[in-house]
Nanobody
Framework: QLQLVESGGGLVQPGGSLRLSCTTS????????ISWFRQAPGKEREGVSC????????YVAESVKGRFTVSRDDTKNTVSLQMNSLEPEDTADYYC?????????????????????WGKGTPVTVTS
């Protein structure tokens, strides 16, 4: 059983930055592809980013491309989502999720949400 814990969310002004982290205790993320999803009130869940096992490939949604960057440090058992130039439209609960498949799977142009494990989320609010 993999227990994922997100951190780093908070309140930020438009144009600001946040760095989200996803980690686990008692196990390792190394063998998993890790994805980030977000869900705003009244909206469908959106796949934001993904990094494969070994960081061989990454995916970033068009809506955040050029602003968000995903990375992983398996020595620290952490996957990070660096979010720059934040916009009010980025306001949502952000979740990390792990897939034992090991690579990022797309359904069409969107990130597949069929994950093995999910964290409980961290809120991000972008407002002036």
């Amino acid at each position: 059983q993999l227990q994922l814990v997100e951190s780093g969310g908070g309140l930020v002004q438009p144009g600001g930055s946040l760095r989200l982290s996803c980690t686990t205790s008692g196990s390792t993320l190394e063998s998993y592809a890790i994805s980030w999803f977000r869900q705003a009130p009244g909206k469908e869940r959106e796949g934001v980013s993904c990094i494969s096992r070994g960081a061989k490939s990454t995916y970033v949604a068009e809506s955040v491309k050029g602003r968000f960057t995903v990375s992983r440090d398996d020595t620290k058992n952490t996957v990070s989502l660096q979010m720059n130039s934040l916009e009010p439209e980025d306001t949502a609960d952000y979740y990390c999720a792990a897939s034992g498949v090991g690579h990022c799977v797309l359904l069409g142009l969107s990130l597949n949400s069929d994950m093995d494990y999910w964290g409980k989320g961290t809120p991000v609010t972008v407002t002036s």
